[in-house]
């Protein structure tokens, strides 16, 4: 099986800053996000859109209703990245593909508008749906237990090091990748043959 990370492996994440023409770095932005109470909670599922909006908004320091805070939120599209759909019905006909992405209900209908290629995943562990957020092992082992596959026959592709460490942990064999190139080179490592896919 290859259990997929979404954003920066499948999806590009933007530029949220930029996007929402906030007056601060993408480094900031992002360092803000990852560390943002209100975040976790949004992409744990423990709360919604317009709590989360109300939430981050006061974290980013933004006099702005929730209402208005949306609007700005929404300009910060995320997209799969070129030629994913192809790598995925490939991959597809050959092994099992699964998804682990920490990721909230919004930007998870985004990207599902954009393709019906995740309908050829096995499952989807979308963590506002399970309740559960990398790197914590937990992540790991409910994915475990819900596909009934050992540790070993899992390739994990994940953009952050941390989660990495943290599938190792578990079991899995990991590998950190920034983008569609990187995920073709390292399949292609693993003996899947990607000659027949435009992006590969």
Known sequence: MVLFDLGGVLANLGKPAAQMQLDMTEEDYWTLWMSSPSVHSFELGEIGAGDFFSLFSGELGLPEAPEIFERRFMRWELSLFPMVGSLVKHLSEQCDLALLSNTNI???????????????????????????????????????????????????????????????????????????????????HHGIDLSSVPCC
């Open 106 to 188: 919004i930007h998870w209908q985004m990207i599902h508008r954009q393709t019906d290629c995740f309908a050829r995943f096995k499952r989807l562990f979308l963590s506002f749906e399970t309740g559960y957020c990398k790197p914590a092992d937990n992540a790991f082992r409910h994915v475990l237990e819900r596909t009934s596959t050992s540790p070993e026959q899992i390739l994990f592709l994940d953009d952050t090091e941390q989660n990495i460490e943290s599938a190792r942990r578990t079991g899995l064999s990991a590998t950190q990748v920034h983008g569609i190139n990187d995920v073709s080179k390292v399949l292609t």
